[in-house]
């Protein structure tokens, strides 16, 4: 063993190293890069071979004018003219010089082989247009695109329908086919004029010639005149004018010649005082004042002037050609005297609408007719015409009325409906006793509680049936209505007063009536039932209770208690009651009076009262308008008292041809009810106004 420190000289050789070939070392790494090289080359084939198997044939057909570029994005193997490709959706792309370039999808089904158009868009051409005249507008489609000249419009390819328009020219419609693809296109359009030549000539010249009312030369001119329905004028001072409305066509030639203009007629401005006067020119009428005139030139000629009530004036003109003058002629009053006599002194007096003063005077006034106007407030004007006559004095006596007096004149006093029924004019107002006491006192022999004493005013005037409701007049409205009988005696005859029938039936009557002469009817209905009132309405009604009693009870200034007077029985024949020979019918009866009917009487059968009402007090006892109530006796009035709208039972007034009682008989007796009976009937009444 050596030690670290001993250096006898042993000399330690390096080992021999040998690097391996370098041929050994590619054989080594090349063996599997080969081997990948050669399944990749296999696998590409059998790709290839795969797709060759599943690819479909498709050609693909560009239509367009000039030479197509087409692109299929992805998998496409081009076979001359086809290409190869596999089922599904292919982005193809197709350009072409002057055609909008496309992009689409294009379907590749399971068929073999395949076609596939790709329609190309033309770009738009580009058309330059030019017009004889120039400024003319171009429309295209009703768009204007501008007046010509025009350069490069970009219009679609294809046939396209141009309109040219120039003010003064006809319109020129053209079909142009445009290439397209943006090649240039010049149009060179002429259009046709659209005036007619026009020549015409005056005597004497320097006319001017109008064409609707524009001026466009002198005489003598040829002038252009645009087509259609003109007017031609020719005007010169101090001459008539000439004109003509014709038709002109365009491009057509007219020739008027020369044109005699005759000189002017001088213009007359005529007026009158007073206006309205009648003028005659050589004795044929020209109208009335104020009115314009026309006189021949350098010719004398007779002017008259007439009105009713004045002089006529007459006299000689003569006017240079186109003169104007005005004349103004004041016509001398043919006047009447006419004295007026008013009442109330005091009012106003007009004439023709002009304020003549107040009350009672004397008037000159003209012979023609006038209207007189008498009026002063609070009282009803009144109107006259009256025509004056020169040398003959008139009178005019005029008593106005107040407006109350005037409105009563206007109502009739007595009136017919269709039916034939009578009214009598009620005016309770205007009587001694408008306001007076219904009921009875508490002494009155008869009386019964519901006849409470109480205050009521009668102001508005009301028609009033002077008979009761005929079966005959019931049946106009129902035909199919019996009245019945009594004991074997008849109520069904036409001319007995109706009966059988309830206060409803009644209201309805007169609701039908006043539907069958065009009035607002009385009473509300609502499905045939009368359920309430209109106090406005002129429709016919039953009578109110108040009016009843003051239509049956008051005389004068008095009060009745039974329509004969004031003391019971009665002594003569007044009324249709249960008399002596009706005792095996109601039993009752007044003794030692004689009426002559067991029944129901003929309306009428017996004497009217004072207000000329027939069997107020007897025949059948009456319905009326209110609803049943016992009155208050605070001591209140009532105006014009109607009731409640509606109830369950309404008043019965009046006597009837099966009572003789005392009570029964006084006309302040009341009784109620609903339903129909054999000896109760009604009349009927509305407002006057």
């Not at 067991?598 to 107020?616: C, E, H, I, R, T």
């Amino acid at each position: 063993m050596r030690s670290p420190d001993d250096n006898s000289g042993t000399v330690i050789e390096p080992a021999g190293f040998t690097p391996l070939d370098a041929s050994a070392t590619d054989t080594v790494t090349r063996r599997p890069t080969r081997l990948l090289v050669v399944v990749a080359v296999l696998a590409l084939f059998a790709a290839a071979v795969a797709f060759l198997f599943s690819a479909r044939s498709v050609l693909i057909r560009v239509i367009a004018e000039t030479p197509a570029q087409l692109s299929v994005r992805g998998l496409a193997l081009p076979v001359g003219e086809r290409y190869l490709l596999l089922p599904g959706e292919h982005r193809v792309t197709a350009k072409a010089p002057g055609y909008k370039a496309l992009s689409t999808l294009v379907n590749v089904d399971e068929r073999d082989s395949q076609e596939i158009e790709l329609l190309l868009q033309p770009l738009p051409g580009k058309v330059s247009i030019d017009s004889i005249p120039p400024g003319a507008t171009v429309i295209l489609d009703g768009e204007p695109l501008g007046q010509t000249p025009l350069q490069q419009l970009a219009l679609p390819a294809g046939e396209v329908d141009l309109l040219l328009r120039h003010p003064r020219y006809l319109p020129l419609r053209q079909q142009v086919l445009v290439s397209g693809r943006g090649i240039q296109q010049q149009l060179k359009l002429e259009l046709l004029p659209a005036w007619a030549t026009v020549t015409i000539d005056s005597r004497p010249r320097g006319a001017a010639v109008l064409v609707d009312g524009e001026q466009v030369a002198t005489t003598p001119a040829t002038v252009e005149v645009m087509e259609g329905e003109r007017q031609l004028l020719l005007q010169l001072d101090n001459f008539s004018a000439w004109e003509v409305n014709s038709e002109f066509v365009a491009g057509a030639s007219r020739d008027f010649g020369e044109i005699e203009l005759p000189p002017a007629p001088g213009n007359l401005q005529l007026t009158s005082e007073p206006a309205g006067a009648n003028v005659t020119l050589d004795g044929e009428f020209q109208g009335q004042t104020p009115l314009l005139l026309q006189l021949r030139p350098h010719t004398e000629q007779r002017v008259s002037l007439s009105k009713p009530g004045y002089r006529r004036h007459t006299q000689l003109l003569s006017m240079s050609a186109g003169e104007s003058r005005e004349l103004a002629v004041s016509l001398r009053a043919q006047l009447g005297t006419v004295v007026f006599k008013v009442l109330p002194e005091n009012a106003v007096v007009r004439v023709n609408g002009e304020h003549r003063g107040r009350g009672s005077q004397s008037l000159s006034l003209p012979a023609v007719e006038h209207r007189i106007d008498i009026t002063m407030e609070g009282y009803a004007p009144q109107s006259r015409r009256i025509t004056p006559r020169p040398g003959l004095e008139q009178r005019v006596e005029v008593q106005l009325q107040t407006e109350e007096e005037a409105s009563l004149a206007r109502l009739p006093p007595q009136v017919q409906n269709k039916l034939g029924q009578t009214f009598k004019l009620m005016n309770p107002a205007a009587s001694a006793l408008g306001e007076f006491t219904m009921g009875a006192s508490r002494r009155d022999p008869g009386r019964r509680s519901n006849e409470v004493l109480h205050p009521v005013s009668l102001r508005r005037m009301f028609y009033l049936q002077t008979t009761e409701v005929t079966n005959a007049q019931f049946r106009a409205f129902q035909a199919d209505h019996k009245s019945g009988h009594v004991e074997g005696r008849s109520l069904n005859r036409d001319q007995q007063p109706a009966v059988q029938l309830s206060w409803q039936q009644a209201a309805s009557y007169c609701n039908w009536l006043s539907r069958l002469e065009g009035r607002r009817p009385f009473y509300r209905e609502k499905q045939g039932i009368i359920t309430g009132f209109d106090a406005t309405s002129t429709g016919y009604r039953l009578p109110t209770e108040a009016e009843w009693a003051w239509a049956a009870r008051t005389s004068g200034g008095e009060l009745l208690k039974f329509p004969w007077g004031n003391s019971f029985p009665p002594r003569d024949t007044v009324e249709n009651y249960a008399d002596a020979a009706s005792a095996f019918i109601n039993g009752r009866v007044l003794n030692n009076y004689r009426d002559d009917h067991l029944v129901s009487a003929p309306v009428g059968s017996y004497p009217a009262n004072d207000k000329g009402l027939f069997d107020m007090g007897g025949n059948v006892a009456e319905w009326v308008h209110d609803v049943y109530t016992i009155p208050t006796s605070d001591g209140s009035i009532s105006v014009d008292p109607l009731g409640s709208q509606s109830g369950d039972n309404y008043v019965i007034r009046g006597a009837s041809w099966s009572q003789a009682k005392l009570p029964q008989l006084r006309l302040s007796h009341r009784d109620y009810g609903q339903a129909g009976r054999d000896d109760v009937g009604f009349r009927i009444a509305r407002y006057a106004e």
